[in-house]
């Protein structure tokens, strides 16, 4: 599937964030907001789950946003225009229920910030009152800001140096705004410690919150198990059961454990790739 357009949405020093539009008229054609793909970059790479940002029907094509952090994304992010992508399978997972909740606040962290500009975007269209909460680690790093910023009736920013909006997590600014009024739903998504200390403001206020996990996975169809998630008393997949489930029914716990299996093994390869170049 051949790539239409590369755009860097933001670097810094140590990575950049980039998009990419596919051509991929049969995925465009049955996207919808909350879903995902798999791409593999070579026939020898790593598959990896990515958010469909944006899809659009009449051009065949959807956006893919993905930021270098391990080996495999920075192969991904090294492909130019006109280069192809060995496969893209989706659309996978079950897309957001889209409906009139009412008060809706989006916490976006990191690269998770375009994980919630489709959901915000088509939960806006259905008539949502729509408060944004986006943050990064700098100003460097911050992504889809005037999209989002449309879309919303509040918007507010949060970088951890204070280069951009208020100084300090998106945890800070969301504990602000819902002890302020009420809400009728959080939906979050981002770094998987962000995700925990929602639920944890959320949980307080009794508000309900939506997670979408970006966890492990290897085949994405529910065969390998690797994404495998405690919620309740039920074991889910991640891959076929969500993404998004019920942050205050997740245990976090295994969760975070879970992800962590592959840390070291990760910069080892890393370091190798470094050292060939």
């Not at 964030?17 to 791409?39: D, R, T």
């Not at 593999?40 to 790479?45: D, I, V, W």
Request: glycine share 8%; proline share 3%; with cysteine.
């Amino acid at each position: 599937m051949k790539i239409i357009n590369k755009k860097i949405l933001a670097k810094n020093q140590t990575t950049k964030i980039v998009q990419f539009k596919v051509g991929s008229e049969a995925i465009a054609k049955k996207a919808k907001a909350g879903q995902f793909v798999v791409v593999m970059a070579t026939e020898k790479s790593e598959r990896i789950p990515l958010t469909l940002v944006d899809n659009n029907p009449q051009e065949g094509t959807i956006t893919l946003i993905v930021q270098e952090a391990g080996f495999s994304t920075k192969q991904l992010a090294t492909l130019k225009e006109g280069d192809s992508l060995y496969s893209v399978t989706g659309p996978l997972g079950h897309p957001t229920e889209i409906k009139n909740y009412g008060k809706i606040i989006l916490v976006g962290g990191g690269v998770g910030i375009a994980e919630i500009y489709p959901v915000a975007k088509t939960l806006k269209k259905v008539g949502n009152d729509i408060t944004t909460i986006i943050g990064a680690k700098t100003k460097d790093l911050l992504i889809l800001e005037p999209e989002l910023k449309q879309i919303s009736n509040l918007f507010y920013i949060s970088t951890d140096d204070g280069t951009a909006g208020k100084k300090g997590f998106v945890t800070d600014l969301l504990e602000e705004v819902i002890s302020e009024n009420s809400y009728d739903l959080v939906y979050t998504v981002g770094p998987l410690l962000m995700m925990r200390e929602v639920a944890k403001k959320t949980k307080e206020k009794k508000v309900k919150t939506l997670v979408s996990l970006a966890v492990l996975m290897v085949d994405a169809t529910g065969m390998c198990g690797c994404c495998r998630v405690s919620v309740g008393s039920e074991t889910k997949f991640a891959c076929v059961d969500g993404p998004e489930f019920d942050a205050h029914s997740i245990d976090w716990k295994e969760v975070l454990r879970r992800n962590s299996m592959y840390t070291k093994k990760e910069k080892h390869i890393c370091r190798l790739s470094n050292h060939e170049k």
